[in-house]
């Protein structure tokens, strides 16, 4: 008996033809205030994971790889592709100075790279113009990004000036000059800001291979969950036994440990947008069964339980939750869809609050968290409504001799 009174209760809670019209609304409006709780949260999901997949995507292809291997002898042409979990693996030198030319100074870090190093992966991660970079004379070719190339007011074909330090145990200085073959613009502020290109015969001269020399080594994704069977691989090639290699989240470990904590700092501000939604829900329940309390003491009159109460009130008020939710995450995916177009047009403004944020990365919607703040939204509603649901045990069958 108690279910299907329960569902008969239900049914009279949210039909139209049994409501008054401020009942109606009521319905309507606490189910748009829950959407618009939603959609704003959907559209920062969405937002946050693709910018910091963006930036790690960036990260790993531009400038470290997943797999640095240190080794100061080339491995990448001892390293076989075919029936492998390995994309690319690039010989590459690394190392810092200052560069600067008639008008300003940047410090930067230099990167030693091949005329191939730049396969569909990376090319697909940056834009630039120019020509590909290759020795030429005693003069190193570089690739400044368009960021460090306005700063300092140069353009392709000029020539700019490397102060460098070999190493941390050395006090000379060395001066370089280079020309300007190329230009790229990878549409994250801070990597552009520091990264140069410079042709790996130049690179190799001016930084010793034994500490600044390093395999750099992209895989497919099929393999990101398991490097260390990666450089197994490498060292069956190699031949020469163990490797000693760091994964794409040591190199940069403060960058990445940013990342996560961001990430964390953001989920404790949609948990506590959360909590003050479950205020709103639970709000809403309180208003039904003040406008009910003669018709709960009717149905109590007539044998209803309180339990029986209880479970129609809050099927009905989590009813209107599950279909405020579904609206707002529906109308969130909608407009997150378009999200690219929006970032690009952004972009395009050139607003100087904008250049330390990427807004060209690929918008991709992952159902985990969307699903994990659906679930985290119905369970703290599920328990604010509870509170409020309490009343119905106080309501006597004495309340029908109260007068409106």
């Known amino acids: 008996m108690k279910i299907p009174f329960s569902l008969f209760l239900v049914g009279r809670l949210l039909s139209v033809r049994f409501q008054s019209r401020y009942d109606r609304m009521r319905l309507l409006r606490s189910a748009l ?45 001892r390293i076989h592709f075919s029936d492998s979990s390995i994309l690319s693996a690039d010989y590459v030198v690394s190392g810092f100075g200052i560069v600067y030319s008639r008008e300003a100074t940047a410090e930067v870090r230099i990167k030693g790279i091949g005329e191939d190093y730049f396969n569909e992966r990376r090319s697909s ?81 001016y930084f010793p291979k034994e500490k600044n020399a390093r395999t750099e080594i992209l ?91 209880f479970l129609a009130f809050f099927t009905a008020v989590m009813t209107v939750t599950l279909l405020g939710m579904t609206v707002g995450v529906g109308i969130g995916l909608g407009i997150g869809s378009q999200l690219a177009v929006v970032l690009s047009w952004l972009a395009k403004t050139g607003l100087p609050g904008l250049q330390y944020y990427l807004l060209d990365f690929p918008v991709v919607i992952s159902w985990r968290p969307i699903l994990t703040i659906c679930a985290t939204m119905l369970v703290i509603c599920s328990v604010t409504v509870q509170f409020s649901l309490h009343r119905i045990r106080k309501i006597s069958p004495l309340e029908l001799l109260q007068q409106d």
């Open 219 to 309: 895989v497919h994704e099929g393999a990101l969950s398991d490097l260390a069977s990666v450089v197994t691989q490498i060292e069956s090639f190699n031949g020469s036994g163990t490797l000693s290699y760091a994964t794409w989240d040591e190199f940069n470990g403060t960058v990445y440990r940013n990342f996560v904590t961001s990430r964390q700092v953001i989920l404790l501000v949609f948990l506590m947008i959360l909590l003050v939604a479950g205020v709103y829900v639970a709000s809403i329940a309180q208003e039904l069964i003040q406008d009910s309390i003669q018709s709960i003491a009717l149905y109590k009159t007539m044998g209803a339980t309180t339990i029986s109460l």
């Open 125 to 205: 991660q940056l834009s630039f113009q120019g020509s590909a970079l290759q020795k030429e004379g005693a003069v190193a070719s570089v690739m400044l990004s368009t960021t460090v190339a306005s700063q300092l007011g140069v353009q392709i074909g000029d020539r700019v000036a490397f102060m460098i330090v070999p190493d941390s145990s050395s006090a000379v200085v060395r001066p370089v000059l280079a020309n300007v073959k190329a230009l790229y613009d990878s549409g994250y502020h801070e990597l552009d800001s520091s990264l140069v290109f410079m042709d790996i015969e130049s690179a190799l001269r």
């Open 33 to 77: 205030l829950i959407s618009l709780v939603m959609i704003p949260l959907v559209l920062a999901l969405i937002f946050m994971d693709g910018m910091m997949d963006g930036i790690t995507e960036k990260y790993i292809t531009l400038q470290d790889g997943h797999i640095q291997i240190e080794f100061p002898e080339r491995l990448d042409e």
